[in-house]
Nanobody, 117 residues
Framework: QVQLVESGGGLVQPGGSLRLSCAAS????????MGWYRQAPGKERELVAV???????NYADSAKGRFTISRDNAKNTVYLQMNSLKPEDTAVYYC???????????WGQGTQVIVSS
């Protein structure tokens, strides 16, 4: 049973920073593309950033220059460092895992991020 457990969300003031973590119980983690998505109230879930098994990254325009996705294959963990946070970054952030060479797609339960003064 694959599990993705997010942590690190919370309340932060505009301009502040948060670091999200996602611990994955996937035996093939090093061959799994990992991503962060978010869903704001009343909006569809959207991509924030992804990191491939080889370390290549891709970001939504809204995240470029402010967010950094990284992975630690030894810890089966993916991170999202979020800086210069804005109120429009408020959302539930979800971790996603897509093992290579499969059609499998896993989601975490989400962690709430609120950016407010």
């Amino acid at each position: 049973q694959v599990q993705l457990v997010e942590s690190g969300g919370g309340l932060v003031q505009p301009g502040g920073s948060l670091r999200l973590s996602c611990a994955a119980s996937i035996t093939t983690f090093s061959n799994t593309a990992m991503g962060w998505y978010r869903q704001a109230p009343g909006k569809e879930r959207e991509l924030v950033a992804v990191i491939g098994s080889g370390g290549s990254t891709n970001y939504a325009d809204s995240a470029k220059g402010r967010f950094t996705i990284s992975r630690d294959n030894a810890k089966n963990t993916v991170y999202l460092q979020m800086n210069s946070l804005k109120p429009e970054d408020t959302a539930v952030y979800y971790c996603n895992a897509r093992p290579r060479y499969t059609i499998l797609n896993y989601w975490g339960q989400g962690t709430q991020v609120i950016v407010s003064s």
